[in-house]
């Protein structure tokens, strides 16, 4: 049997689990590009939207579970934030969801009103009401919990990306924006210890667990569909779970296919952290290690330079353009240091 009988073979019998027996009229690829393949699924007229999650033995983290307890989760505390789960394949790491009727937002269109909701649904993840049922679910992708680890963690990061090969071309130009990358960052690495000296923030001990959010992890409106009635859906949270509220803020401000407006981040925070243990504490490690994050975030433009990360994006979209690909990431990257450019200019 061929893939696309085993697909059609698989995805009926998630339909028949969800109780839809009738027969599929057409099962197509959706374009959207990420790490897993999604699949758009209409049968009778009635939409569904399916995704195959990427597994490799060198990508240690388990992204069909941690998407589909976040998610359980999720609509117990915040319904109507998330796509609902209606049937799961474990063995072929294979999940049917609802279709949502909505359209991605794009650079530019982000307001306060988009920022407000992104605020509400991460609050009301983070309900203390709610934090027996959520104690279960697995750290986030990275989770850290001490500021040297995030610098650690990051640092790897810029290492990872200086030991790619010369060749060809584009991996060159890149290499020449990574050296970018690791001067401000040596720059910086010792502004924050400076800061978070002067405001009397350990750089050595975990942040206690009561301190520690929810998080959808790789959280923004990238991930996120607007509805007709203006409400938002997230979507995509294979990198969910326990993490530092510095990183959720930091990855929030930091992603950039479509950049939230850094005029919002005050105003997020105190949305976001409002009514959380250590609150004043939590606010001045997030303005200390914001900057962190979009260096984190340039290494992240630079991640398809590596291999494992390259067939996670081959996996989803086996047509892709790979140079292609690679010098809109180079873009991408060179854009966030040259907005990040004044501040570590202004480092002394």
């Excluded at 979507?235 to 950049?259: C, H, N, R, T």
């Excluded at 997020?268 to 900057?291: D, Y």
Aim: glycine fraction near 6%.
């Amino acid at each position: 049997m061929n893939e696309t009988a085993d697909l059609h073979k698989d995805i009926t019998a998630l339909l028949h689990e969800a109780g839809d027996y009738r027969i599929v009229s057409s099962i197509e690829q959706s374009k959207r590009i990420g790490n897993n393949r999604t699949y758009l699924i209409n049968v009778g007229g009635t939409k569904y939207f399916a995704k195959h999650f990427f597994q490799d033995k060198d990508d240690q983290r388990d992204r069909f579970h941690a998407e589909q307890s976040f998610i359980s989760y999720a609509e117990k505390v915040s319904p109507g934030f998330t796509p609902r789960i209606l049937s799961v394949n474990a063995l072929q790491k294979l999940v049917l969801y609802e279709f949502i009727k909505g359209k991605p937002l794009q650079k530019g269109e982000i307001t306060g009103k988009e920022v407000a909701q992104a605020a509400l649904f991460f609050g009301k993840l983070n309900q203390r009401s709610f934090s027996d049922a959520a104690y279960h679910l697995p750290k986030a992708s990275e989770a850290c919990f001490s500021i040297n680890d995030h610098i650690s963690l990051i640092h790897h990061r810029i290492e990872q990306l200086e030991s790619i090969p010369t060749e060809p071309d584009e991996n060159r130009q890149a290499l020449q924006t990574i050296q970018v990358i690791r001067n401000n960052w040596n720059k910086l690495t010792k502004s924050i210890h400076a800061q978070c000296l002067l405001h009397h923030l350990s750089t050595d001990e975990d942040l206690e667990e009561k301190y520690r959010i929810l998080s959808p992890s790789d959280f923004g409106f990238h991930n996120a569909l607007v509805k007709e009635d203006g409400n938002i859906v997230f979507l995509d949270f294979e990198y969910s779970g326990w993490d530092d509220p510095a990183k959720m803020i930091g990855d929030f401000f930091g992603q950039i296919q479509v950049p939230v407006p850094r005029e919002y981040f005050a105003g997020f925070m105190n949305q976001a952290l409002s009514g959380l243990l250590g609150e004043e504490q939590l606010t001045k490690r997030a303005e200390i290690m914001s900057p962190a994050f979009q260096i984190k975030w340039a290494c992240i433009a630079l991640n398809v330079f590596l291999p494992v990360h390259l067939a996670r994006r081959k996996f989803a979209s086996p047509q892709l353009d790979v140079k292609e690909l690679k010098r809109g990431q180079l873009v991408k990257a060179e854009a966030i240091l040259k907005n990040f450019q004044t501040y570590i200019d202004g480092i002394h």
